[in-house]
């Protein structure tokens, strides 16, 4: 049997999270804007490399950091300037751009390095591991939550960022007043086009810390396609966290521990391609599940209604 | 009445052309300034991109054998966008399509002609079922197609791989490569000095049977009307979900096939290790082609032939093959952007309502 309640498999989940729950934020964003963000992928896939090559020319890792954003807040600009100002259609806007950025990051690469697997060659610079004092000394908790990396507590502390910024500020409240109704929005004086752009640019912020995580964490080199669909994860995880933060965190740690029992897995000689599947197929079947009971809340309300409504 | 319709229409059509030669230019012009960039011989890099493709006999081969799947995906997305399904499943029915005709040549005892046939018939329907499935969860659970579509694609390869190399390897192939396909199960090549092979005669086939569907029977109608306005097609009793399923069907059946044809027509052996690079072009190919299955493979030369053209440079200069990706994303975000040179559309239409009156 696989023993998944050792802190070590529990710190494996967290880790595979982080990357996911930090695009899922950058989603819920742009979900509550009324926009899709298929573009996500594109954009942690170019902060990863920027992330890398910044770091790596500078020696500096706030500067890479910057340059990670940077990047992906450029692929998050071109989305916003195509879909808002000269109405491409914002899903095949964002299908071209992950095209783009698959070719794109390699083509800078090879450019950059002379080399078209992995930036071995570049001498990037890693986000520290931070041990969390006293925590770190609690026995099973510590070693589950101490010692991530700082991006995974950016990430955590994200969900409350977020969250704050959509229900307690006005921003929050004019984003979601487009998401729900842009002409009502616009009628009081709201200017869409202006709201949802700042939601798409933001978004690309958030989600370049997830791309940068992939690069400058998790590995410490970037890869081709080293992304691998992850963004989309994201983008599922927010359709079923219904786009609020705290609903999305959990369907985020959700895949995660699908992906991290992929890995436990693995040693279990099953072939690698069917460990491969593990994330994809969850996301699927997660999104059948949810889609399946939030259908059945639906009719259960029209059912009450019609009761309320026989009984009155 | 009528006239002035057609005057508008003259009006659109021309100004289309015009928005798709801007939008190819304006690609074309990123490219050349990223070549300037990055290259150390820019305009050698340059003359083989845009001459290259027609610099040898061969290499005009090369632009016709790679638009014959290129074609393949570009019916196949037009006929499932054109549903208004944003499926994206093509690449991932490709590459089960060229896997189940690598089994089906590896496996059954069959005659030249029939054997191929078989293989193509197997691999469309795989191909089909794939890209049903998220016409099936959308359609029962209303969840997006294009996220678990994307989903399935990781799927399809992973288990495709799977078959092939755990079933199927030949330890002695010297590379991650099935069996050698038996003689009967091979498209045959046309013409010598090119591998130009017997899938370019199926292909044209397809592109009349899907023009004749689109464009002619009621089913195709029905296609038609709702992925222009479901609800009016569901008000004119047309079964949506019905259109949906078949659609998405085609579409992944299409896909299937080319993988088959690839495989069975290009090679001897089962050789993909990961997804083509040109498996997700069918939506490039599909949006320069209007999704109308007759601009389809027009519009598959045209990027066949930048795909030759990015492969020669690629070769011969500093400049890598990956450069077309960023010809292509632009390509298409222009070309779907409804607003791009919309005062320039303007002016054409107050030009030519103002000289006929």
Same mark, same amino acid.
Request: charged share 5%.
């Given at each position: 049997m696989i023993n998944l309640l050792t802190p070590e498999f529990l710190f494996t989940v967290i880790r595979v999270t982080t990357p996911i729950l930090l695009a899922a934020m950058a989603a819920v964003i742009c979900n509550k804007a009324g926009v899709v963000n298929i573009a996500l992928e594109g954009i942690m896939l170019t902060s990863a490399l920027t992330g890398v090559l910044v770091s790596g020319f500078t020696q500096n890792i706030w500067l890479g950091a910057l340059g990670g954003?940077?990047?992906?807040?450029?692929?998050?600009?071109?989305?916003?300037? +195509? $879909?808002?100002?000269?109405?491409?259609?914002?899903? @095949?806007?964002?299908?071209?751009?992950?095209?783009?950025?698959?070719?794109?990051?390699?083509?800078?690469? +090879? $450019?950059?390095?002379?080399?078209k697997g992995a930036t071995n060659s570049v001498r990037s610079l890693q986000f520290p591991s931070i041990n969390i004092p006293f925590i770190q000394d609690i026995p099973i908790i510590g070693q589950m939550l101490s010692g991530h990396n700082l991006l995974t507590y950016l990430a955590i502390l994200m969900v409350f960022l977020v969250y704050f910024l959509l229900y307690k500020t006005t921003f929050g409240l004019r984003l979601r007043a487009v998401g729900e109704n842009p002409d009502a929005a616009s009628s009081v004086g709201i200017d869409v086009n202006r709201v949802q752009l700042y939601a798409l640019l933001l978004s690309g912020v958030i989600a370049s810390f997830g791309g940068m995580y992939m690069s400058m964490a998790y590995l410490k080199v970037f890869t081709t396609n080293m992304v691998a669909g992850r963004g989309y994860i994201a983008l599922a995880a927010a359709a079923m966290g219904q786009a609020n933060p705290v609903g999305t965190s959990i369907a985020s740690l959700l895949f995660g521990f699908m992906e991290s029992l992929?890995?436990?897995?693995?040693?279990?000689?099953?072939?690698?391609?069917?460990?491969?599947?593990?994330?994809?197929?969850?996301?699927?079947?997660? @999104?059948? @599940?949810?889609?399946?009971?939030r259908q059945r809340q639906i009719a259960k309300k029209k059912n009450q209604k019609i009761q309320e409504e026989v009984k009155a | 009445m009528l006239k002035q319709w057609l005057k508008k229409q003259s009006v659109d059509s021309k100004f289309e052309t015009l928005r798709f030669s801007v939008a190819i230019i304006i690609a074309l012009l990123v490219a050349f300034g990223l070549i300037l960039l990055v290259s150390k011989e820019p305009f050698e890099a340059l003359r083989h991109l845009f001459l290259g493709p027609i610099s040898k006999f061969r290499k005009i081969g090369n632009v016709v054998e790679t638009a014959i799947p290129l074609t393949f995906l570009g019916l196949s997305v037009s006929v499932m966008f054109s549903a208004n399904q944003f499926n994206m499943g093509s690449s991932g029915a490709l590459f089960m399509g060229g896997t189940v005709a690598a089994i089906v040549g590896l496996t059954l005892p069959l005659p030249t002609?029939?054997?191929?046939? !078989?293989?193509?018939?197997?691999?469309? !329907? !795989?191909?089909?079922?794939?890209?049903?499935?998220?016409?099936i969860i959308k359609l029962k659970w209303n969840a997006s197609e294009l996220v678990s579509s994307l989903m399935l694609n990781f799927v399809a390869l992973n288990l495709g791989l799977y078959l092939i190399m755990n079933h199927f390897r030949d330890p002695d192939a010297g590379t991650l490569a099935s069996f050698k396909f038996p003689e009967t199960a091979l498209l045959p090549t046309l013409i010598k000095g090119t591998r130009i092979h017997f899938g370019i005669f199926i292909v044209i086939l397809m592109v !009349?049977?899907?023009?004749?569907?689109?464009?002619?029977?009621?089913?195709?109608?029905?296609?038609?009307?709702?992925?222009m306005n479901m609800n009016f097609a569901k008000y004119s009793g047309i079964s949506t979900a019905a259109v949906i399923l078949y659609s998405q069907f085609i579409g992944g059946f299409l896909a299937g096939m080319g993988g088959a044809v690839e495989v069975l027509g290009m090679y001897d052996r089962f050789r993909w290790q990961m997804m083509p690079t040109y498996a997700f072009d069918g939506v490039i190919v599909a949006v320069l082609g209007k999704r109308n299955p007759i601009f389809v493979p027009v519009a598959a030369i045209l990027l066949a032939y930048i795909r030759v053209g990015a492969d020669t440079m690629s070769v011969n200069s500093d400049v890598s093959y990956e450069m077309i990706s960023i010809i292509q994303g632009f390509i298409i975000i222009m070309i779907a952007a409804n607003a791009f040179l919309k005062h320039y559309r303007q002016k054409m239409v107050v030009k030519e309502a103002t000289s006929h009156d």
């Open positions: 954003i940077v990047g992906g807040v450029f692929i998050a600009f071109l989305l916003a300037y +195509f $879909a808002l100002y000269l109405k491409t259609d914002i899903i @095949l806007g964002g299908i071209a751009l992950n095209l783009l950025t698959v070719g794109g990051t390699v083509f800078v690469m +090879f $450019a950059i390095t002379g080399d992929g890995y436990q897995l693995q040693s279990r000689g099953i072939p690698s391609q069917f460990i491969n599947m593990v994330p994809y197929i969850s996301t699927i079947i997660g @999104l059948v @599940l949810y889609a399946q009971y | 002609g029939i054997h191929p046939f !078989v293989a193509l018939m197997f691999a469309g !329907v !795989v191909g089909g079922l794939i890209t049903s499935i998220p016409a !009349v049977l899907i023009w004749l569907f689109l464009a002619k029977t009621k089913w195709g109608y029905a296609l038609r009307m709702t992925g």
